[in-house]
């Protein structure tokens, strides 16, 4: 199994209460592939949120290769 960085960009349609016509959250981060770990946090975090219901979302995956910019991606380095 190869582990390897990738771009997420994943789109959440959720529901609320307070507005019974929905939201739709995107994010865009790096993560680890393919466990996914960022990714399945967010949506465990939202399940369990009472206040909040998850109706879907949909996610892509990008590759990092030398020509791509990670110019807005905030990157710590150890």
């Known amino acids: 199994m190869d582990i390897d960085a990738k771009i997420i960009e994943v789109e959440f349609r959720l ?22 770990t ?4 967010i949506i ?13 979302y949909n996610y892509t995956e990008t590759p990092i ?3 791509t910019s990670l110019k807005y991606f905030e990157i710590t380095r150890h």
Request: with cysteine; net charge negative.
């Open 15 to 36: 529901e609320t209460s307070h507005h019974p016509y929905g939201h739709f959250c995107n994010f865009r981060f790096i993560d680890v592939v393919p466990n996914k």
């Open 38 to 41: 960022k990714l399945n946090k």
């Open 44 to 56: 465990y975090d939202i399940n369990n949120n009472p206040e909040v219901e998850l109706i879907d």
């Open 65 to 67: 290769t030398t020509k």
